[in-house]
């Protein structure tokens, strides 16, 4: 079981008003990139994830060189801006319904303050990690029959031990 739960989180970052921009696959693949890019720099182990249409979970460990504000706003920051560059070129009627009005930018895509919440025991990690891969089962959504069959999250990984992103840790070999 994984011993150390310094700096390891499940965080739930929202769309802002939950619109479903994360419906496109090219706005996913922004997110996958950007943990990848988290990942390789060292910044966090990722042990479980789910993108859904206007929503994301993560349960990631942040580096000891890293705080959890940072990481996370770097995470949102990023693909926000990657994700408005690509609405720009292909869908900027739409990015019209997340203008604000705020003296620090035109549009936010993701809503502020979003929940982050310290994980702190295997039992924890492990409802947290069952919730996330069952959240594109749910009656709302119903995106896949089984977790391990939407591709956008990290169930396979821990059905199969294969790692069809290239960042995911399994927590139990830490």
């Known amino acids: 079981m994984f011993c150390n739960y310094q700096n390891t989180f499940f965080l739930t970052a929202t769309i802002n008003e939950?619109?479903?921009l994360l419906l496109k696959n090219e706005y996913k693949n922004i997110v996958i990139n950007s943990l990848k890019f988290l990942t390789n720099s060292q910044r966090v182990k990722i042990f479980g994830f789910v993108i859904m249409p206007n929503h994301?979970?993560?349960i990631w460990n942040i580096s000891q060189?890293?705080?959890k504000n940072l990481t996370q706003g770097s995470l949102l920051r990023y693909t926000a801006q990657q994700i408005k560059f690509e609405m720009l070129k292909n869908e900027p009627l739409y990015l019209e319904e997340f203008k604000v009005n705020l003296k620090d930018r035109t549009y936010?895509?993701?809503k502020r303050n979003p929940l982050s919440i310290e994980i702190y025991t295997d039992i924890v990690l492990e409802q947290k990690l069952d919730y996330i891969h069952h959240n594109p089962l749910s009656k709302k959504w119903n995106l896949a029959l089984q977790p391990e069959d939407y591709y956008y999250s990290s169930a396979h990984f821990y059905q199969t031990g294969i790692d069809n992103f290239g960042f995911l840790s399994n927590y139990l070999l830490e």
């Open 108 to 110: 936010q895509l993701w």
């Open 65 to 67: 060189e890293q705080t």
């Open 18 to 20: 939950w619109k479903p």
């Open 56 to 58: 994301l979970h993560i």
